[in-house]
């Protein structure tokens, strides 16, 4: 199949058959809405499939593989379930099989639907306000999604414990996970989402957050190797007045791996950083997709991402940055470092700034190349063997991102995970 070109006939009938079939046990508004979501799959999927968006990604012989996997063949049951974790003493939520778990009493701020929709969670699998180059993913989770869970914080709550999403291991499975987060005002959390080694299986996950006035988030996203599998990513961001929200992402690569971002500043003095480290290796891909929409006056946005590809693996990224004509006193940042660790690995970057006013400070760059010989060569010099200075260098490039993660138990804890995926 691998060898095949899409069938869009063939692939649209079948996702036709699967939303009559599948639904009997949902409320008539989610059939609805599968209904509506693949109404409109129909007209955009052979368009936006071959957009720049997915020209590097293994789109086609995901949406062929998109209804062989299971969707619900694996059991789903907190028995099934490894509940060991390295962040201790922290909230855990696990998604398994398609469904979301807790192992103790959540707490209010934290819902998990598990088949209890309601008229009002409709918003969830809104469409409204979502990029083209988003509707594949967004439109494909509406259609086979089974659960979601809602984080929404109350008026000037400040929630000390930390939240772990946990995505457990899964085989020849496709799964739709649905998170929305809504920050109230002047309040603040800290969000940890962890996707464990999947095999052969396709993840579509889609993230929402919405940050009211004064609200602050950090929301760290980790992406183990996935074998076989392809992952999309997707989140959608909008920020209102003096918000600040800080995203770090690990995403160590899958068959097909891509990431979309959509970020928005709609209020006076909303702040975004946000900062990815990509490290695929063997024959695994990573891309990633970012654009930042500045719609106030005196906003700020900085974007680091940094590649470490090795092997036949290949990584991209394309960000784009936009700044209104009316829009006064922004500030955008975004950078991109590539390192390529060998002849066969490859990588390809496009920064991208639309500014149309001259009150702004805006700045973008973009370096790919192997290890500095110069540096190579002095290291060696001073006694150091060629391989532990190659593995000083390296370290050091990575560093030089991870150190500005913000919490010391996050820095620990994704420093260990990239040191224990690159001794693997």
């Not at 999604?145 to 457990?168: F, Y």
């Not at 009316?326 to 496009?350: P, W, Y």
Request: net charge negative; glycine share 4%.
């Amino acid at each position: 199949m691998a060898n095949q070109s899409l069938n869009q006939t063939d692939h649209i009938n079948e996702l036709h058959e699967f939303v009559q079939n599948d639904g009997h046990d949902l409320p008539d508004w989610m059939n609805r809405t599968r209904e509506s979501a693949l109404e409109e799959y129909r007209n955009v999927c052979s368009k936006i499939s071959k957009s720049a968006t997915w020209k590097n990604t293994k789109i086609d012989l995901m949406l062929h593989e998109f209804l062989e996997k299971e969707f619900r063949g694996q059991s789903a049951s907190l028995n099934d379930i490894d509940l060991e974790s390295g962040l201790d003493d922290s909230i855990k939520i696990y998604f398994h099989a398609g469904m979301f778990f807790c192992n103790e009493d959540i707490p209010t701020y934290i819902k998990i639907l598990n088949h209890q929709y309601s008229e009002e969670n409709r918003s969830i699998f809104d469409q409204d306000n979502k990029s083209d180059r988003q509707s594949i993913p967004y439109l494909l989770n509406n259609i086979v999604s089974r659960d979601a869970l809602l984080i929404d914080t109350t008026v000037n709550q400040h929630v000390e414990r930390l939240v772990h999403i946990i995505h457990v291991s899964s085989k020849k499975i496709n799964v739709a996970p649905r998170v929305k987060i809504n920050l109230a005002k002047n309040s603040s959390i800290k969000i940890v989402e962890e996707q464990h080694q999947s095999i052969n299986s396709i993840i579509n996950h889609c993230i929402d957050i919405n940050c009211s006035e004064g609200s602050s988030l950090q929301y760290y996203k980790i992406n183990h190797p996935q074998n076989d599998s392809h992952q999309i990513n997707n989140l959608n961001l909008n920020q209102d007045g003096n918000t600040d929200v800080t995203l770090f992402n690990l995403d160590l690569g899958a068959d097909s791996s891509s990431s979309l971002n959509h970020f928005k500043l709609n209020g006076e003095n909303s702040n975004i950083s946000c900062s990815t480290l990509f490290m695929p290796s063997d024959d695994r891909s990573s891309h990633h997709n970012v654009v930042i929409d500045h719609l106030s006056d005196k906003s700020s946005s900085s974007v680091n991402f940094r590649g470490v590809i090795n092997d036949q693996a290949f990584g991209s990224f394309f960000g784009k940055v936009r700044v209104a004509k009316e829009r006064r006193g922004t500030s955008a940042f975004m950078q991109n470092k590539n390192l390529l660790l060998s002849d066969n690995s490859k990588i390809s970057t496009v920064p991208i700034l639309e500014i149309y006013n001259d009150d702004t400070e805006c700045s973008h760059s973009a370096t790919s190349g192997s290890l500095d010989k110069e540096k190579l060569f002095y290291l060696k010099t001073r006694g150091i063997n060629e391989h532990d200075a190659k593995e000083f260098l390296i370290k050091s490039f990575i560093d030089e991102l991870t150190s500005h993660i913000k919490s010391r138990r996050m820095r620990n804890y994704v420093n260990e995970l990239i040191l224990r995926n690159h001794e693997a």
